[in-house]
């Protein structure tokens, strides 16, 4: 991803980016590293993705040959405990100090309600709710510690208030978590830390490839978007660095919806009502 002429809004500042070896996650990764942050990527079980990744954000950061610490990978499940408490360890233990977190790992299964396993459903749960929890608890004890404030960003998901049927699992742990947004954004506003989420729409990432190469199929996705079109993960990147940065400074507890007006209810374009002209 390009940074050409991207302000440096986090020069000096270090970042954590959960679910940050590929899509997304990694976009966000590029873009703070494009910024000047420095970037932890966290993944799970894909250390080559992991690798990949770190080279992009190497080269979107420009300053691996100056300071090779600045980029850093790091695994977790974020489900767990101990891992996440592992994994601040590993990166505090390296950098000394955190300014940005990114709760960006998330999973996703589909099925019908009436068939939807209990397992599939407490491990949706378990990484985009609980893991955003266990991350953003963490975080906030470190801002407190530094007594500098913080910010932490979550990515949601339109499903956070647009009902999908099949998607029980993923709309349930979205609309929890912005009660946690809620929540954590006004016990610790006069600490100086910021939370806030960014709900994404139809963005092309690893999961939606199957679209790139069915044009029916995109078509008819795009048909439901009010401007007409799948995103870039570099879009969402784009509102999740302005959410983290100082540009953001007086906005804290908030949903930001980049999803291409999909939350503007986009069947009533058409004029539906009983009184026409």
């Known amino acids: 991803m390009s ?11 270090k970042a954590l980016v959960t679910g940050a070896a590929t899509g ?16 932890a990527i966290n993944f799970l079980g894909t250390p080559a993705e992991a690798e990949r990744a770190l080279e992009e954000v190497r080269a979107a950061g420009g300053a691996a040959e100056v300071d090779p610490g600045l980029y850093m990978t790091v695994e977790a499940d974020v489900a767990d405990e101990d891992a996440v408490k592992a994994m601040f360890q590993e990166v505090l233990g390296r950098w000394h100090g955190l300014d940005v977190l990114v709760n960006n790992a998330g999973v996703l299964t589909t099925s019908p309600s009436h068939r939807l396993a209990a397992t599939d459903f407490d491990r949706t749960l378990a990484v985009n709710l609980r893991g955003a929890f ?6 906030v004890t470190q801002f407190l510690a530094a007594g500098a404030g913080g910010a932490i960003v979550s990515i949601s998901s339109v499903y956070q208030t647009i009902p999908k049927p099949g998607y029980l699992g993923y709309a349930v742990s979205k609309s929890a978590l912005e009660g946690l947004t809620k929540t954590l954004a006004l016990e610790y506003a006069g600490d100086g830390i910021r939370v806030n989420a960014v709900g994404p729409g139809a963005i092309m990432t690893p999961m939606n490839a199957p679209l790139q190469n069915d044009p029916e199929a995109r078509a008819d996705v795009e048909s439901h978007i009010p401007l007409g079109r799948i995103a870039e993960p570099a879009e969402i990147a784009a509102v999740v660095a302005f959410l983290a940065s100082e540009e953001a400074s007086y906005v804290t507890g908030q949903t930001i919806y980049a999803c291409g007006g ?5 069947e009533h374009r058409e004029d539906w009502s009983s009184r026409r002209s």
């Open 3 to 13: 940074t050409l002429g991207v302000a440096r809004r986090f020069v000096g500042k």
């Open 24 to 39: 997304i996650g990694k976009a966000i990764a590029c873009r703070l590293a494009g910024e000047g942050a420095a970037v």
């Open 134 to 139: 266990l991350c953003a608890r963490e975080a």
């Open 262 to 266: 999909l939350t503007i209810f986009p």
